[in-house]
């Protein structure tokens, strides 16, 4: 049973992305957060905003990295650093354009997937056994010669009300297994999140 769960949404920091596919790590924390409501503050020492509330007798963490996605790193460094963790007990929520909107993969280890905020986080702590939690953004319906430029504006572009919709459902989806990081064993929330199918919602 953990007693300490530190959860690190990644995103960029600022009006003009809030909204981003690529913030969907900051969204998903900010509605876990407000449903305990919990306020994020901003710690400079950790890079980061912070928000701490208790579910049963854990406490969660909650983390945004205030140093832009490609920086990421730094904020998770700092974070474990100052409070010592066990990277068991360490959780990003990150976006990830090669999985279907709507589906999620939990992993406990793996490369960057070409992902700059995973890849920052890898250089950091020179391992890349940490657990992630992926959330499908889809990738952009685009012919070969666009192809870069529509990755960049997929992921940083804007998330649509029909996405949304699909994401709400995401969001309370990974939640209520976040909520039972403490309680049940990790096979039964990885199995969990990496079966969930908005079709049979």
């Known amino acids: ?113 070409g992902h700059n905020g995973l890849k920052s986080i890898i250089e950091k702590l020179q391992t890349q056994n940490f657990n992630r939690i992926r959330i499908g953004i889809g990738s952009p319906l685009s012919n070969k010669e666009l192809k870069n430029f529509n990755t960049i504006s997929h992921v940083l572009g804007n998330i649509s009300l029909e996405e949304k919709s699909i994401l709400d459902k995401v969001y309370k989806r990974v939640i209520e297994s976040l909520e039972k990081l403490n309680t049940k064993k990790e096979e039964f929330i990885i199995n969990e999140l990496n079966s969930f199918d908005l079709e049979k919602i």
């Not at 690190?8 to 920091?13: F, K, S």
């Not at 980061?48 to 969660?60: L, N, R």
């Not at 983390?63 to 990003?92: C, H």
Request: net charge positive; with cysteine.
């Open 1 to 113: 049973m953990m007693n300490e769960i530190y959860l690190i949404g990644l995103g960029n920091p600022g009006e003009q992305y809030s909204k981003s596919r690529h913030n969907i790590g900051f969204l998903l924390l900010e509605n876990l957060s407000k449903k305990y409501n919990s306020n994020f503050l901003l710690k400079n020492k950790l890079k980061s905003s912070c928000s701490e509330f208790k579910i049963k007798d854990s406490t969660y963490r909650l983390f945004l990295p205030n140093t832009f996605m490609n920086n990421s790193g730094e904020a998770v460094r700092a974070i474990v650093d100052w409070y010592k963790i066990n990277l068991d007990q360490l959780f990003i929520i990150v976006d990830d354009k090669d999985l279907p909107l709507g589906k999620v993969r939990f992993r406990k280890k793996g490369s960057s997937g």
